[in-house]
Structure formats: C-alpha cells, structure tokens
C-alpha cells in the first residue's frame, strides 16, 4: 500500500465505501449505518479531505445530458519547450475536459468531447492551430465500457488490512 493509503483504517473505507454509494446521504446517515456518532463521521471526512483522498463535492455533470454525445481521446505531439503554452492554449477550448502529460509516442494525452463528427473536427482544428502542436492522433470512443469506479479499489484496500 502507499503511504497515503497506510493512514487509512477500516472506518475510513467503510465511510468512503457510503459515499460512493450514497453521495446524497451526508454524515448523520452514514453514522447511522455505520454505528457510530456522527462526529465520528464528521471528523473521518474532514481527515480524509484534507490527505486528498475525497478532493470535491460537486455534482457529477454529463458533456453527454448537455449535448456533447461524442467523446474522443485526442494524443498530441509537441515541439520542444512549449508544454505550457499549449495546456494554456487547450483549456481555452471548452471541449477539451481533460489533458494529461504522458510518457510514450505522444506528449499529451486530450479527452475531448463534441456534439457529432463534424463537430469533432472542428474542434481537432482548434486544437492544431495552437502554437507548438505538431502532430495529432484522435481515436473516438464507441462506447464506454467501465466507467470510472472507485468502489474496487477500496475493496482492494479493505482487503489488506488486517483483519481484528
């Protein structure tokens, strides 16, 4: 396990396990399911905000309930040296939701989203107009097959702790 993750005790995945299942529910009913006092709860969520393990409290929004049913991962090369300018230049396309640095063939890995093909190809041109992009490769999603889950990894964790 990381470091991070050794402060972590039972209670706390068991409380991180709640809020993945029911965000809405808040610290009363977790304490409630939980057996324990609700300052118990309260103060295992603060710990947990602040070693980064819960980072928001913002409602998940679909690009795809907006409109933005495409979805495409976008890999950029670069020249030398400007890997500022062009993550600045990126996050002035509304499209672009996330961008990793990356190891590998690319520089930068993109997740872009659109409203259909021609939109798409558009937004590819906005993208390879900023200074510094070289090259890009874009392969589109058909269709996501797991979705981002954190539930297994905290089954993972629970696991390897010891058991009482």
Do not use: W
């Amino acid at each position: 396990m990381t470091r991070r993750a050794d402060r972590l005790d039972r209670l706390d995945l068991s409380v991180l396990t709640l809020t993945q299942k029911q965000p809405r529910a808040g610290a009363r009913e977790y304490a409630r399911l939980l057996g324990v006092a609700r300052g118990t709860v309260q103060a295992r969520l603060d710990k947990l905000e602040r070693l980064d393990v819960i980072t928001g409290h913002e409602p998940a929004v679909s690009p795809r309930g907006l409109g933005f049913t495409g979805l495409a991962y976008v890999r950029l090369n670069l020249a030398q040296g400007v890997l500022d300018q062009v993550t600045a230049g990126l996050e002035r396309v509304p499209e672009v939701i996330e961008v990793d640095s990356v190891a590998g063939d690319s520089d930068l890995l993109c997740q872009v989203v659109s409203t259909g093909p021609e939109n798409l190809e558009e937004v590819i041109q906005r993208i390879l107009a900023i200074p510094g992009v070289m090259r890009s490769r874009t392969e589109t999603v058909l269709r996501r097959r797991v979705s981002r889950r954190v539930g297994p990894l905290l089954a993972l964790l629970d696991s390897q702790l010891p058991r009482d």
